[in-house]
């Protein structure tokens, strides 16, 4: 596809995809800043970030019972207290897979994302 072919296949996929008319391309294919800057390196940690984050969110569920109820109350402490030992006191001491690994006591994988997708998709959308 063209650069310039953008903005309208945008639209008409949105619309395919979404039912939803896209009203300009600052709403659209421009609505994040990495596209206009060329700065498509980020999306590939988006998707790490999440990876890291239901993995580490198994474990923090599964050692810290209540935590989901606790932070809808703001109970942060256990939470902040459980980071900062599992994670912030190591900095750069590891490498993110080893940190993982040391954490949660596995490697990263992909099944607490599919997981929490999965959930969060029958919660929302009942399927």
Known sequence: MKVRDLPS????????????DVP??????????HWSLGAFGYFPTYTLGNLYA???????DAEIPGMERRIAKADLLDLKAWLNERIHRHGRRYR???????????PLSADPLLRHLERKAKAVYGV
């Open 96 to 106: 993110a897979a080893e940190l993982c690994r040391r954490v949660t006591g596995k």
């Open 24 to 33: 300009d391309d600052r709403r659209g294919c421009l609505q994040d800043v």
């Open 9 to 20: 296949e945008w639209n008409r996929r949105y619309k395919e995809y979404l039912g939803v």
């Open 54 to 60: 239901a993995q580490f969110w198994e474990t923090i």
